[in-house]
């Protein structure tokens, strides 16, 4: 089957960038507790740009790609057949590899990319007990283990051991997927759209971010409208917050939020080049002109970024929530240490999506046509699907990096 895919073999992670589209051994169910997916839409976001250029995940997909082929004896090998290790070239086929012993000892070079993904389920594991061929789902990308301290107190999205679909764990952006059973949320291909329904994952994290604060009657003020942001600015809308401000720089983004209703947006132009950490004075005092000298009472920091964290606690008033989401390796600092504690702030630390209460809202949220969120996501998140849907056979490495730095948010369809 086709995919795309870093090939470790093949591309030097320091000195390459971009994924490559071959062909790859179809998955096959190997637990009883596996199901295949025929992928029909996966979203391409900001952590697979990360993976692009080669600035995020690293260890992660370096790692975990050597973790699935040590020890080869753990996977039914016999002591001695270790050194008949065999190359699986992405071209060649898993069913090829027979005897048995080339099987285990074979060396997996690849990890296929993507997380956020949609299509139907082609095959199931004998011990699946709810997910039937035909079924229609997404998958939740934090592979989780059920097992540790987290998970078996309700708070898996802090899983100790899980793996990321995409990343630690092979993805969507191939023709098929096998997962296991415990991540498929199953959708209703009836009320909810496929392009719309590959997009649940991202979603999910704003929706998580979200259910953080009662946004009834509340001013919010939004850092970032990136995809996340902006899908964060609809549900804060359908959760009746009183006034939404966005802050953000790129122009198309910008765009797409006046389009999407909301009631306030600011440029970010400059940057504080003696302290790149530093809050942006002229817009946290533009913020606190619009709320009549208060300040907003919840702020989400939504682009991972120094400034907007401070921006946050610059922006928002004294006893307010400040939700931090944006991610980024590295310290960061506080401005001010002791105005956090004297302004009373309440902060959030939000993390993937709760499981299943943050899908059951998603799929609340899409399924509600009064709120009109689906079509604000396909009409303006993906532009009436005006270049936002790459066939997945039409893909070139100069075609997809354009997509990637020109549309917050596209589709691969298989
Ligand atoms: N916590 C989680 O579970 C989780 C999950 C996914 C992504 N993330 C992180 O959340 C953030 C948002 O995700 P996304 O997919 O929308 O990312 P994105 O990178 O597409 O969007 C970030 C947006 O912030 C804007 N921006 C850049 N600098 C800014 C600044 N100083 N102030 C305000 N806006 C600024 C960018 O122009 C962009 O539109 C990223 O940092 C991402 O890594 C967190
Ligand atoms: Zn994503
Ligand atoms: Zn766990």
């Not at 392009?195 to 994952?201: H, L, S």
């Amino acid at each position: 089957m086709q995919a795309l895919i870093f090939d470790k073999t093949k591309s030097d992670w320091d000195s390459t960038k971009g994924f490559e589209l071959a062909d790859v051994p179809k998955p096959e169910i190997e637990k009883d507790t596996d199901v295949i997916i025929r992928v029909h839409y996966a979203g391409v976001c900001g952590s697979d740009k990360g993976i692009w250029y080669r600035q995020a995940f690293k260890e992660q997909i370096l790692g975990s790609i050597d973790a699935e082929n040590f020890p080869p004896l753990e996977r039914g090998g016999i002591k001695g057949e270790v050194e008949k290790e065999k190359h699986l070239s992405p071209s060649q086929s898993l069913g090829a590899l027979s005897p048995r012993q080339e099987r285990v000892t074979m060396k997996k070079s690849f990890r296929i990319i993507g997380h956020e993904f949609f299509g139907e389920v082609v095959e199931v594991g004998s011990n699946v007990k709810d997910i039937r061929v035909g079924d229609f789902v997404a998958c939740e990308s934090h592979v989780v283990c059920n097992q540790c301290y987290q998970c078996q107190r309700g708070q898996k999205e802090v899983c100790t051991n899980e793996k990321i679909l995409g990343i630690s764990h092979d993805g969507g952006f191939a023709e098929y997927a096998r997962v296991p059973a415990h991540v498929v949320w199953k959708t209703n291909t009836g009320l909810i759209r496929p392009d719309v329904a590959a997009m649940q994952e991202p979603f999910g994290n704003a929706v998580h971010a979200a259910s953080k604060v009662d946004l009834a009657g509340k001013t919010v003020a939004i850092f970032g409208l990136g995809p996340i942001g902006l899908f964060l600015l609809l549900i804060a809308r359908a959760r009746g917050a009183k006034s939404i401000v966005g802050v953000e720089p790129n122009p198309t983004s910008i765009e797409m939020a006046k389009k999407l209703g909301i009631d306030y947006v600011i440029k970010l132009e400059n940057t504080n080049a003696e302290k790149p950490y530093a809050h942006n004075q002229e817009v946290t005092d533009e913020i606190i002109k619009i709320t009549k000298g208060v300040g907003v009472d919840v702020s989400f920091e939504m682009a991972g970024f120094n400034s907007s964290v401070n921006n946050c606690l610059y922006a928002t008033r004294r006893g307010g929530e400040i939700i931090l989401f944006g991610i980024k390796i590295g310290d960061f600092v506080f401005e001010n240490y002791n105005r956090l504690i004297v302004h009373g702030f309440t902060m959030h630390a939000v993390i993937g999506r709760q499981l299943w209460q943050t899908w059951e809202t998603t799929r609340a949220l899409l399924e509600d046509p009064g709120n009109q969120i689906q079509e604000k996501l396909f009409n303006v998140i993906l532009d009436h699907g005006n270049g936002t849907i790459l066939p997945l056979a039409q893909y070139t490495k100069e075609r997809f990096e354009e997509m990637i730095n020109k549309h917050p948010k596209f589709l691969i369809q298989m």
